[in-house]
């Protein structure tokens, strides 16, 4: 049965129930569109599992630039299991209706797991900036110990930022709409439907938003004081020999913030944008950053890329 827009955006009482959405404009298609999301999902699983095995399993792989990338797919696989299930509901059954309850759980899952791959990206950064500025001292100041504290504040701190969040979002009212913009639930979606307590709105938005500017900030500064030790290298070669250490970390980051920078922009600059193009940055920055971020550091890495190599050539033998 196909309810209508106005039937999700007349009720006066308070909601029970919101609803989320597909593509607008390609409703008809959905169970095609739930094949590469259903792919991505898969990739993004077994891919982000076997990058952690590997570097569990492998002693060479027992190195801190190693510990603060098995931090990543941790990060991804949990944006990915706690938002695509409720994606593939929507494009393979047109399961839109998702509790309050449940939507601000997965908002604090989102969110979280967001500032927890921010958070390492940033230690990743400082990683970089150490392993270039005293590569001597490297080892001595980031030990394996020292690399799994750092990774337990990482984690600790993204959900104490956004445990506050939920148990806001439930003392807000909810009426008159309960039609949300996107796949799945998001603190800036939910928020346009409360119908009180704006203040609470506005300072709750603006903190989540600034988590995320925060880190990009620092990840920006350590990029700063790295091209600056670059530019004092003499030859050209050692010039592009020191970056190319960074390459896979930088790509980690564009393919991260560029999609959140760009939907927070639409929100923020462009709220008469159409609704598919919201939808579709949204579906991106869930959908494309766990599966990349593994063909980069599998690409880029060396050590992962002969370790994965050497185990399925043992198997074929």
């Given at each position: 049965?196909?309810?209508?827009?106005?039937?999700f955006n007349t009720s006066e009482v308070e909601t029970s129930t919101f609803f989320l959405i597909g593509i607008p404009g390609m409703e008809h298609a959905h169970?095609?569109?739930?094949?590469?999301?259903?792919l991505r999902y898969l990739l993004a699983i077994l891919g982000n599992c076997t990058i952690l095995f590997f570097i569990k399993t492998e002693t060479s792989l027992h190195e801190p630039m190693y510990y603060f990338l098995s931090m990543l797919p941790f990060s991804d696989l949990g944006l990915s299991i706690s938002s695509l299930p409720t994606m593939l509901r929507i494009f393979?059954?047109?399961a839109t209706g998702i509790s309050p309850d449940a939507c601000f759980a997965q908002e604090f899952f989102v969110h979280g797991f967001s500032a927890m791959e921010s958070s390492v990206l940033f230690s990743m950064s400082i990683d970089r900036l150490i392993a270039i500025y005293s590569p001597l001292r490297y080892t001595s100041i980031l030990t394996s110990a020292r690399v799994i504290k750092i990774g337990l504040v990482s984690a600790i701190k993204s959900i104490l930022l956004v445990?506050?969040?939920?148990?806001?979002?439930?003392?807000?009212?909810?009426?008159k709409k309960n039609l949300l913009s996107h796949s799945y639930c998001l603190y800036q979606d939910v928020?346009?439907?409360?119908c009180s307590d704006n203040r609470v709105k506005v300072i709750c938005g603006l903190f989540v938003a600034l988590t995320s500017v925060l880190y990009l900030v620092c990840i920006s500064v350590s990029y700063v004081r790295i091209l600056k030790i670059v530019l004092r290298?003499?030859?050209?070669?050692?010039?592009?020999?020191?970056?190319?250490?960074?390459?896979?970390?930088?790509c980690a980051v564009f393919i991260f913030y560029v999609p959140i920078v760009t939907l927070a922009a639409l929100h923020r600059f462009a709220k008469n944008a159409f609704p598919v193009v919201k939808v579709i940055i949204a579906d991106i920055f869930l959908l494309f950053p766990p599966p990349m971020n593994i063909i980069v550091y599998s690409v880029k890495s060396q050590q992962v890329r002969n370790r994965i190599q050497a185990k399925l050539c043992e198997k074929q033998g």
């Open positions: 049965m196909i309810l209508s827009h106005s039937f169970i095609w569109v739930s094949l590469p999301i259903c393979l059954f047109n445990f506050p969040v939920p148990f806001i979002l439930q003392r807000l009212k909810f009426c928020m346009k439907l409360a290298i003499a030859s050209h070669k050692g010039r592009l020999k020191v970056l190319n250490t960074c390459i896979s970390h930088i």
